[in-house]
């Protein structure tokens, strides 16, 4: 494989097609690379396309349509007002809400999720499984009694503040919360963190840092310098796998916020759901996505330059 | 070249997308024509009749005689809202194998039911919900000749019912109110029985209830609330009305808007006042160590009074088996046994007789006052302002 | 700066991790075990203690709903985990190693299910179901209903794209020389993936197979909207309680769940460190 073939932006340009022999050779090479890759990638992208790209399209058919009185959908009157509503400063209030929350979530989850991954990356193969699966165990029970196990940590006179109490610091009210939120978001979205924050660790070549100890003589310096970058692929998709799903949690945010912060995930679930207003439902996903898709790509090509 | 791949594959996309809309897409396309009024009902979502007009309201009433069965029964119900051995016994009386699958909020089945193909026989919306349906075209309207039950229902029930008038698509299953529970340990006895001890910040605080509140988290149960502390119509459609409502809503000295567990925070301690549905209070005030500690109550202003019905789907596998269920459960036994299982109020007046005393007595699952009690109604459009009002009163 | 303070450094950078680990163990089992307690409750909350009881064990050996429920689960968890494991990381392989037609439109497409909001996939699964079997129906008169299939097929769509960016992390920036060399040295491509490209991205694909897996267990809104009747998950199940209340009984599902996954997590551990014991003496022998 060329290095010059991995280039996604690369294009034959057909006025030099009958150039000399080692030329040709190559471009039969890449050809055939290009149809392997397409072999290996057509599974996936035939389902995706069938049964997310099309279901995705009848969506985005209905967010032009109209709400009729009764609260369901006429395909009919194609407008834009269902666009034009998420200009109205109450979307606004919520969208700035959330992304601070997801944001807050994230960096969390990053801070507290980047050395666990570090330690579990650099042990031995039973240690980093043993690791690696408790980490994803306590999500393997259900996540609504999950939440409630939290509001009963965090309910007045619960485990949290007694403790706190015992110690001197007076109860701690945390339930209903912005806090509770958080804490519910970083618990629930950790796992996603820690995952692909491993998978790049691991894989990290250790003589690299054990020159780089020499070079620089100091752990911090070389982990800021070699470690870190090594990893920036793990941050970015352990960062997008939180923040993400953060943005669009109503769950948590519910039954440990008690209702209080309308996050974006509550707002379409309130349009689909109890307002039964598909159409506006529909729109607010739709631009959440295209701002989400277009931001993730941003961030992953500027990211990719660093390696 | 990178924008003609582009072009190749969204031309692909979009030519399957057309496939797969292509079934109600011809339908729209009628209808903008001839220019219908967007109400009309054959606009429903996912109307998949395809060639025929969708379902108007008065839609095809099946043709079943008593007792008659056609197949098994796949019934679509709240969770923990009948005894698992009235459907054991409905299976053995009839030689039919019930499935029941259970739904948190009439929001999330309704869609479910209204794309069509959902597989259900038998759902039991709220009251609200029945228009809705009926609107939509998503439920049939019932052979009351093969439910001769029917009958054993008050005559309230039968008819004049705001969102079914004459009851000719849903049979009543049970009803009770929303109101307030109240921890007296807190607040001792002598509390108004008052929305004000929600909305009033000195009342609440008076009776240590301030912070200590939690509200539904539903637009039009809490703003009704406030609308009735206010002295209107909680399906009001005036917009100043609403104003005032979700401005004392996001005054009101409020911990949470809880759906889920606000019986359990109340029991817990977490909360003073909850506001909620009845028969979930009597539960959990049941397995208190002193029941005596809690009470529940409809506030003086008035309050919610809904009823979930039974009703068949409009595309319904087994329509037949589901009147001879709607029948079963109509039975004054059975109507009892309902009851005396959950606490809700029947509409069986037959039943009555074999409703536990205690349950029949109470006044706060049998108000004896219903005059200031109104159901929610579909406000059509309007329930966007409820939506919007409420989240802007939540903050 | 000195030896003494460097080593000093690096002995409170390794206190530091050590703690670390600790704190996020405690961070995430405390929930738990709260919840494992609470399923030996009397009390029907499960915020309340109720005095020691194992009627909640006993309720769900004779559950046969939740029974089902569970059934439902852990079937539709492992079929949509193997599939989209293979195909998210034949996606994975194709997007981080090779160029080819399509390829913008396809990375695009993949991070979209990671984006979407929970309801609004819900919804347009719903539309794309029905309207689907709906055409099946008039063109080939062929009657399909939602259940377990269609409940399958929409995590399937989901955890592709989960898989693939967990996958991704772990090739991106790999070295793809061991694979050519290996490519070389092996002939046929097939053996050259089977002997070194897996081996290298194994752990990418085991992370992405967990979170599949976790993904598909706690799967709430588009299971309700894409399942038929009797094809209810236990999440779904659980969460129709939320308006009735979550009685401890599902703590008990939780920890017996919990159980089971523990006893076979164990036990591949053992398989592993035999195969890694096996793999020490090799070389001696």
Known sequence: MSAESLDPLDVVDPAHEHHHLGEQVERRLRKSERRRGLLLALPAFAYMVLFFAVPLVIVLVYSFATRTSSGSVALSGWNLDSYRKLGEPIVRNVVFRSAWLAAITTVACLVIGYPFAYFTATRRPLVRNLLLVSVMIPFWTNFLVRNYAWRLLLSTGGPISSATEAIGLGETDLLFTRTAVVLGLTYSFLPFMILPLYASIERIDWRLVEASRDLYSNGWKSFTKIVFPLSLPGVIAGSILVFVPSLGAYVTPEILGGGRETMLGSYIVTQFLTARNWPVGASVSFVLMAVMLSATIVYFRSGGKNL | MISKRKMVASAVIASLALAACGGDDDEPAADDSADEPAAEPSDEPADDSGDEPAAEPAGDVPECAVDEVDGDLFLYNWAEYIDPELLTAFETQYGVKVTQDTYDSNEAMQPIISAGNSGYDVIVPSDYMVSILIANGDILPLNKDAIPNYSNLAPDFQSGLPYDPEGAYAAPYQWGTTGLGVDKAVTGEDFPRSWALVFDQATAEQYGAAGSISLLNDPRETLGAALKYLGYSLNSTSEEELNEAKELVANAPIQAFDSDGYDENLATGQTVVAHGYSGNFFVQFAEADDPSQYEYFVPAEGGTRWVDNMAVVHDAPHPCTAHTFINFILDAENGAALTNWNYYASPNAAAEASILPEILEDPAIYPEDISKLEFISDTGDYEINFSDAFIEAKG | ?285
């Open chain 3, 1 to 285: 700066m000195s030896e003494a303070s460097s080593a000093q450094a690096r002995g409170l950078a390794k206190w530091g991790l050590n703690l670390n680990v600790v704190l996020v163990l405690v961070f995430l089992y405390a929930p738990i075990v709260l919840l494992t307690i609470y399923s030996f409750s009397g009390a029907r909350n499960p915020g309340q203690w109720g005095g020691f009881t194992l009627d909640w064990y006993r309720a769900l050996g004779d559950d046969t709903r939740v029974q089902d429920a569970i059934w439902v689960s852990v079937k539709v968890a492992l079929v949509s985990t193997v599939v989209s494991v293979v195909l998210g990381t034949m996606a994975a392989l194709a997007l981080e190693r090779f160029t080819f037609r399509g390829k913008k439109v396809f990375d695009a497409l993949l991070y979209l299910p990671i984006i979407i909001p929970d309801v609004t996939m819900a919804v347009m699964m719903l539309l794309f179901f029905t309207q689907a079997f709906d055409l099946l129906d008039d063109w080939f008169g062929l009657r399909i209903a939602k259940g377990f299939a269609t409940i399958v097929v929409s995590h399937i769509a989901f955890n592709i794209a989960f898989v693939s960016v967990v996958v991704r992390a772990r090739i991106a920036g790999m070295d793809a020389t061991l694979e050519q060399a290996a490519a070389d040295l092996y002939a046929t491509r097939w053996r050259a993936f089977v002997h070194v490209t897996l081996p290298q991205i194994m752990p990418g694909v085991l992370g992405g197979a967990l979170l599949a897996l976790t993904l598909s267990l706690d799967d709430v809104v588009v299971t309700q909207f894409v399942a038929g009747p009797g094809s209810t998950t236990l999440p779904v199940y659980v969460f129709s309680l939320i308006r009735k209340g979550v009685t401890p009984l599902i703590n008990a599902v939780s920890v017996v769940m919990l159980a089971a996954s523990l006893v076979l997590v164990i036990g591949s551990l053992f398989a592993q460190r035999a195969n890694e014991g096996r793999r020490r003496r090799e070389p001696a022998a």
